[in-house]
């Protein structure tokens, strides 16, 4: 459950609490999301001055076991140890089952959610730049990997051997997360990931076929995204989004159903309805109260929108939250 949210700064401050079943028993686990104006998450490394960030998650962290679209300058690894995972990468929808893996590439919409079930996962997150030793490596090994016109992710889903041998990599980085030399060892299996990854995709896609021409598209999605979450409390109509973007609005249409899988005044509404969520668990303010504060013209329609959504109502659904935490 969300225990605390703050904006501050241009910033977002997120604490998540959760409990888990072990062998052991029930266990605990908070930890804090930070995201900045534009959506793309600013993550609090292991490491400082380092970007790296390795952790096992569970899904019973997010409300209705959904990780909303957002996106990151690091490159992100997945690998599910327990369940399933089913993700949104620009557009498109991969489906990860127990011991897959999934890299999902920098500056890319992505989100994550299960079929209502918990699912342990391990996530590693690692900046591009720890590629970059020098010019060459950068122009060379990494630029071309991480352009908008490379591939969106990779499923490691065994059915070449390379896969494996990055699963493998990716839980040694997380056992090495506490040692003294951790830095030094997480840059070398980095550096072996990153090989392997040319080796059989980059060097590859370049002798068979010239890299694809970055989708301007999706940057312009990105910019009505951003455009969206900043201004879904005010009156905001599909012209103004398509404006963002730069693109007329039968483009906005087209674009949002290609990378989100959703309308544009829909995606507002399920913003609006997220904040409306946070506000009745966080604040004593009233039903109506929260509906113009978050964007909702009345009362009467937040009440209507949030039970087609939520299944509740507002007053049910804060309600559930105050039992929920007296049986915590």
Not at 134 to 142: A, M
Not at 268 to 295: D, N, Q
């Amino acid at each position: 459950m969300i225990i605390s949210q703050t904006e501050s700064g241009g910033y977002k401050h997120i604490a998540v609490k959760y409990n888990y079943l072990t062998n052991q028993g029930v266990g605990e686990v908070e930890h804090s999301i930070i995201t900045r104006k534009d959506s793309s998450e600013v993550f609090k490394y292991d490491f400082e001055g380092y970007p790296v960030l390795s952790q096992v998650g569970h899904m019973l962290a997010w409300k209705n076991h959904v990780v909303d679209v957002h996106w990151h300058n690091d490159i992100e690894f997945n690998v599910v140890r327990k369940g399933s995972l089913n993700f949104l990468i620009n557009g498109e929808t991969v489906r990860l089952e127990e011991g897959q893996g999934l890299v999902v590439n920098s500056r890319r919409l992505h989100g994550h959610s299960t079929d209502g079930q918990d699912c342990e996962y391990l996530c590693t997150l690692m900046h591009p730049m720890l590629l970059c030793a020098s010019s060459e490596l950068e122009q060379r090994y990494v630029a071309p990997m991480i352009d908008d016109g490379f591939l969106p992710y990779v499923k490691l889903d065994g059915s070449a051997e390379w896969h494996g041998r990055v699963i493998e990599r990716l839980g040694r980085i997380h056992d090495h997360v506490g040692d003294a030399a951790a830095p030094m060892i997480i840059q070398s299996l980095f550096y072996e990931i990153w090989l392997e990854m040319y080796e059989n995709l980059c060097a590859e896609k370049s002798a068979a076929a010239p890299v694809q021409r970055a989708d301007r598209g999706l940057n312009a999605t990105r910019e009505m995204v951003v455009y969206v979450q900043e201004h879904f409390r005010e009156k905001v109509t599909l012209e103004d989004i398509a404006k963002a973007g730069a693109v007329s609005k039968s483009t906005c249409l087209a674009l949002f159903k290609k990378y989100l899988h959703d309308s544009p005044i829909n995606y507002m509404i399920l913003c609006r309805v997220s904040a409306a969520a946070e506000r009745l668990e966080s604040s004593g303010l009233s039903v109506t109260e929260i509906a113009y504060e978050c964007g909702f013209s009345s009362a009467s329609y937040f009440i209507e929108t949030f039970g087609k959504v939520r299944g509740v109502s507002p007053l049910e659904y804060r309600k559930s939250l105050k039992n929920g935490a007296q049986e915590e």
